[in-house]
């Protein structure tokens, strides 16, 4: 589902606007949008409704961007402000991010946009929570008989006050300008029984790094005794400064209230876990500790739920967060005191494995956790098996960063949920590797997209029963094979013609579109192409006519609203019938919604678009509802006929897929013929027609020109190697 997002754009192109409006789509967002061109237009814009993100151009006519980034500071209103520009130099860019932007994208990488975008939405949210739990603890710390302080002890062995409130008025009956300017002030006041033990536990938090908590008695400068009570997180610092942020109450109920908002700030509210702010803090000291210490090893797992979203959508959404509250509980049952499992997403954890003796140590807890994870849980009365993928991290000295731990750990996470899920997998840098090298592709593919680098390779179709009668199982001679067989259309078969890397085959980059959604502007891109090519052809070799394009749909395709639009708009511009074009959808895109694509294929009958089930047999998914669709050929998968040897399994299967189409009325194309003894059977099974490398590998258009002129396919030897897949 996309998110929703208001836009606030300050730019003077519709068309560049536009565009931004339609990657961000692509991003996964519904954006809500205003443009804007003037100061005042801005102004009013600014007051009239809340924005989640200002897009701004550097230069508009009287007006540009550091002066809109100006009027959105003066609006004291957090809104992420982001950069979009063609022309902006680097040090113009880093100007502005000095000046207060919170990002910058160039024109001819809008793919970056949604993805900075999703980033500083998350920041501002991150710094709205922090600024609502200090509005918080600003609030509490006046109004109660206490103090919040921030104590320093410097590594030369002095020592002083960051921080403290005005509660130290009253309890220590010191301003706090006279506390930070003499920390003794303070210090004197223990009760001189109590000292030894305090500086004990002081000593002891600021060398494990342990949370400081300890009762004693002060006497304050008027003579009174009081009991209170510390409580600080420690933390080292880069320079070896031990650091406590705590809180010093007088003992009664509103240290609990206290407590309980610093643990609220840090912790997930459906599971009580820490949060992210939590845990990137821990990792943080781990990777410092590392540094200091030779022998501390640590190790980051990144957890995501498999099918999370299918038992939410099921069960609803009281039952999925009761699920996620026994995830919390399963997780915590195998961890150590000093280990750490946060929940940082929807359906994501992440856990901290404290001083360990290596990586066997994560992986025997990794095991235990997928064992776990096999016993059902009980959910509305209903059993619940949910599985998950694992990403492991070793720490290493190499780390400086939480960011960075979390993204290797995320990518070893994918690749297990991809290659096979309830599994885990070892980051390496191979991996990362890979990740940057998909970006890459991504990337390229986008501008390939605009830089119109695709072509299409046509493959001919041909009738291999010739023009013998005598129906479909009529026997064809021998001699008739070798004589020729006749062209009746073309499979249109995409191609990336890249700048650097020369002809790239669809295997490469075809599962990259079909994953990041590019694939529906490649398939639109082909069907238009090769609609306009079979017209030029159709007024070219008007006598060699009728031939057929076949053209691939994919999955997203399919569920596209303006699909049907999308073609009828293609069959007018290039002045076809329907009758010259057929859709190749695969047998395993039908199970997905089988009404509504029953509905759609029927939409596309009606216009007399032919329908062909690309690679029948592969999965036989569609014989409980074959019948029931509006189909007209099917084409047997390549692997069944390449495989084919007289009476062997692959041999009865083909046969068995020609004799069902018969009895459905349907016609067979078998794929990757290439030898003439393939042909043989396949004509002696009564398949009507069939491609492949023994007629013809995929042609450019020009070849493929010659072939139609040609009028005849004649048989290759079949022992050309070339081999290539659609």
């Known amino acids: 589902m996309s998110e929703p997002l208001n836009v606030l754009m300050v730019e003077d192109s519709e068309i560049d606007a536009m565009l931004v409006i339609r990657e961000l789509r692509r991003g996964g967002f519904e954006p809500i949008s205003q443009r804007v061109e003037t100061v005042e237009e801005l102004h009013t814009a600014l007051n009239s409704r809340t924005w989640d993100v200002i897009i701004s151009d550097y230069r508009l006519p009287g007006f540009n961007a550091p002066m809109a980034l100006e009027i959105a500071k003066q609006s004291q209103k957090d809104i992420p402000f982001i950069l979009v520009s063609g022309t902006i130099g680097e040090v113009s860019a880093v100007e502005m991010m000095k000046a207060g932007a919170h990002d910058y994208v160039m024109k001819d990488n809008l793919s970056r946009l949604p993805v900075a975008v999703r980033r500083e939405l998350r920041d501002t949210q991150v710094r709205a929570e922090r600024q609502q739990a200090q509005n918080l603890l600003q609030t509490l710390a006046s109004n109660i008989p206490g103090i919040i302080y921030s104590f320093v002890h410097h590594f030369n062995g002095s020592f002083v006050f960051e921080y403290i409130s005005l509660g130290c008025i009253d309890l220590l009956e010191f301003t706090p300008d006279q506390i930070l300017e003499n920390a003794s002030l303070c210090l004197a006041q223990i009760h001189i029984d109590d000292r030894a033990g305090c500086y004990a536990a002081a000593k002891q938090s600021a060398q494990t790094l342990k949370p400081f908590s300890y009762e004693w008695r002060l006497v304050t400068p008027s003579g009174k005794l009081k009991w209170v009570q510390a409580s600080a997180r420690s933390e080292c610092r880069e320079n070896k400064d031990i650091v406590w942020h705590g809180v010093l109450l007088d003992v009664s109920d509103r240290k609990q209230a206290q407590e309980m908002i610093i643990h609220n700030a840090l912790h997930d509210p459906l599971t009580d876990l820490p949060n992210r702010t939590l845990l990137v803090e821990r990792l943080e000291l781990s990777i410092n500790r590392a540094k200091r210490i030779e022998t501390y090893r640590y190790a980051v797992l990144f957890l995501d739920l498999d099918r999370f979203k299918v038992i939410n959508d099921s069960l609803g959404h009281l039952a999925g967060d009761q699920l996620l509250k026994s995830i ?56 619940v098996v949910i599985s998950t993928s694992i990403g492991i991290v070793l720490g290493t000295k190499n780390y400086s960063h939480a960011s960075d731990l979390l ?23 191979e991996m990362h590797t890979q990740a940057v090298n998909r970006l890459t592709l991504e990337t390229d593919i986008r501008k390939a997209l605009e830089r119109e680098e695709f072509v299409i390779y046509y493959q001919p179709i041909v009738d291999i029963l010739g023009d013998a009668s005598g129906g479909p199982n009529r026997h064809v001679s021998r001699e008739l094979q070798l004589q020729g067989v006749r062209l009746i259309g073309f499979e249109a078969l995409v191609r990336w013609q890249h700048p650097t890397r020369g002809l790239i085959l669809p295997g490469e980059f075809i599962p990259v579109a079909e994953e990041t959604g590019l694939i529906v502007q490649i398939d639109r891109w082909m069907f238009y192409k090769a609609c306009q090519q079979l017209a030029n052809w159709k007024t070219k070799f008007a006598s060699h006519f009728p031939l057929k394009m076949s053209i691939n749909l994919s999955a997203q395709d399919i569920r596209q609203a303006s699909l049907i639009d999308d073609i009828d708009q293609t069959l007018a511009q290039t002045g076809l019938e329907g009758d010259s074009i057929a859709l190749e959808i695969t047998e395993s895109m039908l199970i997905d919604n089988i009404s509504q694509t029953i509905d759609l294929l029927t939409q596309l009958k009606d216009r007399k678009i032919q329908i062909s089930i690309d690679d029948f047999g592969s999965g036989y998914s569609s014989l409980n509802y074959l019948h029931r669709l509006p189909a007209d050929n099917l084409k047997i998968d390549r692997f069944f006929v390449s495989q084919m040897q007289e009476g062997n399994r692959n041999y ?70 070339n081999r290539c897949t659609n």
């Open 328 to 383: 919390a509980q399963k997780l915590k049952t195998h961890l150590r005191e000093v280990d750490l499992v946060a929940r940082i997403g929807g359906d994501e954890f992440v856990i901290l494995l404290e001083d360990i003796s290596g990586i066997e140590k994560a992986i025997q807890i990794t095991e235990r956790i997928i064992k776990d994870f096999q016993i059902p849980l009980i959910l509305n009365d209903s059993e």
């Open 652 to 721: 009865q299967v083909v046969s068995t897929i020609i004799a069902l189409s018969n009895q459905l009325g349907l016609a067979v194309i078998a794929e990757g013929i290439e030898t003439p003894q393939q042909l043989q059977w396949l004509q002696e099974l009564g398949c009507e027609f069939g491609q492949g490398y023994v007629f013809s590998k995929p042609l450019r258009h020009e070849t493929a020109e010659v072939l139609i002129a040609s009028q005849t396919m004649y048989l290759s030897s079949g022992e050309d190697g």
């Open 407 to 429: 993204r290797d750990a995320d990518i070893a996470m994918y690749r297990a949920k991809s290659q096979d899920r309830s599994s885990y997998k070892i980051f390496d840098i």
